[in-house]
């Protein structure tokens, strides 16, 4: 985590290639709030979340077929919704100046599988700490995902 953190105040250049470890980190730490976990788990779908500017196997596994929920780095074994995207249309995301329908809509996130599944717990999301992906010098935006 305190990688993370410290990622969220370095340039955004940096963050930008950091945001495949930031994701895991923030979804680890949604984990940690045993309500918040549960009602994510209602998805019951694993979510890959593929960085496409990104060098390398630049992606998240998210777990949300369990309670704690969970991620890991890299696309890890078989997902039922995959997300394409930039990491500025992700940090868009995560920062609430745009919401995830509405990036899917205008094709800045592309996806395979029921995203449906994924996209019935986005607004649980809001409740979470999205600080870790902020640049400490702009204003938070008033909605996330």
């Known amino acids: 985590m305190a990688d993370a953190a410290a990622a ?10 950091r945001l ?5 980190a923030f979804f680890a730490a949604a984990a ?3 309500e918040l976990s549960e009602r994510m788990s209602f998805a019951d ?4 979340v593929h ?3 990104l060098d390398g196997d630049a992606a998240a596994t998210v777990y ?22 930039p990491a500025a249309a992700y940090l868009d995301l995560f920062t609430g100046r745009e919401a995830l ?26 409740s979470f700490d999205f600080g870790m992906f902020r640049d400490p010098t702009e204003p938070p935006a008033a909605s996330v995902a």
């Open 64 to 85: 949300l077929d369990r309670d704690p929920i969970g991620a890991e780095l890299g696309a890890v074994g078989a997902a039922e919704v995959q997300l394409w995207a």
């Open 20 to 24: 495949p470890e930031m994701t895991v």
């Open 8 to 17: 969220s105040s370095a340039p955004a250049s940096v963050r930008l290639r």
């Open 45 to 48: 779908t694993v979510v890959h």
């Open 51 to 53: 960085f496409t500017d």
């Open 32 to 34: 940690t709030d045993a």
């Open 101 to 126: 329908p509405i990036a899917i809509l205008r094709g800045a996130v592309q996806y395979k599988g029921p995203v449906r599944k994924f996209l019935r717990v986005v607004p649980i999301l809001q």
